[in-house]
């Protein structure tokens, strides 16, 4: 049997981020002639006719080259070294488990023992490519020292292509209001309550004729969500949209709809949406910190600060101020380019060649 080149990871979902850079990857490789496999524990209905369970892989040769991508806790996070082949962690980054501790227990153990995992695998793991630099420097932080490479997450942009969600377009399309914007779980680490007191400021003091969608699932954070929803009442602003879980064309909508992206995330290993952004020419105001100082790399409007008046402030200028507006969005079109999928794919390539060489 000649070489394999086989991803692994626990859970693969119908459209998050870390299962999406694993079909993308497997598209890249059938491409070029790898033979090539995803294996998951947990997979997705929609995706049974792309991905094999654990349970079916076959025993690896040294030839065998092991793709694993690493964002959470798993028993798999013990077993890699067990399996034989050449160990290449994909690392996405593990969410500090704290951030869950009020909401999930859950999640917050389920963190931790992702932390731990990370930590585990520093000796297994013979090369690694990270999301970001800020990925890099924690795996450092954890005692890897095998080579990194800093490789984006793959998006096959080809799919912002497709038609948006015609009602919500027809409903707030042209109506004189401003439209801003966050994408992304619903989740204490993203900090969706400064997003919102921010809203308010911008409403009371600059433009009452605005809304604020907060687009993306609460799924196993109810209350945290549940305290959002308190948290918007007690500050009496109107306008706050929750959308909860919805489909990808009411996503692309709300994308086209948009007039400011704000993200005031304090822990990002990436953030995906801030790239879709820039694709939909969307000026982005952001608080830099983590993955996100990397992903805008000097892109957009980088704040230092969450004071919501100066939030507030900054995207009025930007809704007002059409020739800085311009300017934004230019900056942000030229960095889009290191995300372009031909550019990561031959990038992904090359790491992947040199691996196996070496």
Known sequence: MGMRVLQLLPTISYGDGVSNDALAIDNILRENGYNTKIYAENIDER????????????????????????????????????????????????????WFAPYNHTLEDLCRDGLDGVQHLHSVAEYCLADSLYNKEELIQYGYTCDIDVLPILIPFQDYEKAPNRELIDKYKNDGYTNILFTGRIAPNKKQEDIIEAFSYYKKYYNKKARLFLVGSYGGLENYYLRLREYTERLGVEDVYFTGHISFDEILAYYHLADVFLCLSEHEGFCIPLVEAMYFDIPIVAYIGTGVADTLSGVGVGLCTKDPLEVAGVMNRLVTNNEWKKQVIAGQKMRLKNFGYETVSQSFLKHLTDFIER
């Open 47 to 98: 995706l049974q006719d792309k991905v094999n369970t654990i349970g079916s892989l076959s025993k690896l040769t040294d030839k065998d080259i092991v793709l694993y991508h690493l964002s959470t806790g798993t028993q798999l996070n013990y077993e890699l070294e067990k399996l034989g082949g050449k160990k290449l962690v994909i690392y996405h980054n593990v969410t500090p488990p704290a």
